[in-house]
T-cell receptor, first 113, second 115 residues
């Protein structure tokens, strides 16, 4: 099976702009989660989607949003970018059961200047 | 106090050494415990996944969970230069939505295995 695919791999944006990141989960996986990774904070949970519905949300401002499509693919959007949004954004998929482990993609490296 | 504490290292060992990586946690609600390995410019890769207290072995890797002490460990035997990476512990707790859950990660330990 192909793994989790994230596009693009790298992005450079300026403050105030918005950005959309894309994630294709492992085939058959219905749950998609997003995490932000920074050197200072490590990996932090953004949100989780299952069957096109957001099931859970972390402690991030409303500028961070996401959605999931009927084929389980997911996108996340960050509006009004700030310098502090520079990070590696990781998408993970699972079979959706509580005891299913997460499998991560290689992330999108976002740099905000 | 953070929910999950992990020594960031860096940890440097000679090839062939036994490596011990550890995490402590404070939240009794954590139920599933994982270890991920992350190479530079890559996403985390699942190494080990455990639920109950005790040991789980997979090749050169052994994961140990002690729920009474809120302490988990990963042991790497006969360490290789290819094991050089950042190792992240992660723990699962239920989320706010029905059926949802999320991982809480340690900050990661950077390991270098010297040939």
């Amino acid at each position: 099976k192909a793994g989790v695919t994230q596009t693009p791999r790298y992005l450079i944006k300026t403050r105030g702009q918005q950005v959309t990141l894309s994630c294709s989960p492992i085939s058959g996986h219905r749950s998609v989660s997003w995490y932000q990774q920074t050197p200072g904070q490590g990996l932090q949970f953004l949100f989780e989607y299952f069957s096109e519905t957001q099931r859970n949300k972390g402690n991030f401002p409303g500028r961070f949003s996401g959605r999931q499509f009927s084929n389980s693919r997911s996108e996340m959007n960050v509006s009004t970018l700030e310098l502090g949004d520079s990070a590696l954004y990781l998408c993970a998929s699972s079979e959706s059961n509580y005891n299913s482990p997460l499998h991560f993609g290689n992330g999108t490296r976002l740099t905000v200047t | 106090q953070k929910e999950v504490e992990q020594d960031p290292g860096p940890l440097s060992v000679p090839e062939g050494a036994i490596v011990s990586l550890n995490c402590t946690y404070s939240n009794s609600a954590f139920q599933y415990f994982m270890w991920y390995r992350q190479y530079s410019r890559k996403g985390p890769e699942l190494l080990m996944y455990t639920y109950s207290s005790g040991n789980k072995e997979d090749g050169r890797f052994t994961a140990q969970v002690d729920k009474s002490s809120k302490y988990i460990s990963l042991f790497i035997r006969d360490s290789q230069p290819s094991d050089s990476a950042t190792y992240l512990c992660a723990m699962t707790s239920r989320g706010s939505g029905a059926g949802s859950y999320q991982l809480t990660f340690g900050k990661g330990t950077k390991l270098s295995v010297i040939p």
